[in-house]
């Protein structure tokens, strides 16, 4: 069935910046469309970014030019490059296909 185990995330100063991995396993990974989404503290999930098959991406208005999603078909695994943190990034951050997430990881951004 499908897996999907995110890591990378932890306690970042704003500014900062993390890279977070999505190892995904039982699904033809290199064929999927892979995404990053997050909830925040007391929020609903917002979709952060998006990566095709053929490796085209599209980002939420909030993190464009922030993030950079990205994904290595030979070890099936998604990234999502976080530069510029700041502390309304605060959120458990997941990847997800067609609907299904991981367990997610937690990022918080803070001095």
């Known amino acids: 069935q499908v897996q999907l185990v995110e890591s990378g995330g932890g306690l970042v100063q704003p500014g900062g910046s993390l890279r977070l991995s999505c190892v995904a396993s039982?699904?033809?990974?290199?064929?999927?469309?892979m995404s990053w989404v997050r909830q925040a503290p007391g929020k609903g999930l917002e979709w952060v970014s998006i990566v095709g098959s053929g490796g085209s991406t599209e980002y939420a208005g909030s993190v464009k030019g922030l993030f950079t999603v990205s994904r290595d078909n030979a070890k099936n695994t998604l990234y999502l490059q976080m530069n510029s943190l700041k502390p309304e990034d605060t959120a458990v951050y997941y990847c997800a296909k067609d609907g299904r997430r991981g367990q997610g990881t937690q990022v918080t951004v803070s001095s």
């Open positions: 039982g699904f033809i990974f290199s064929n999927a469309r």
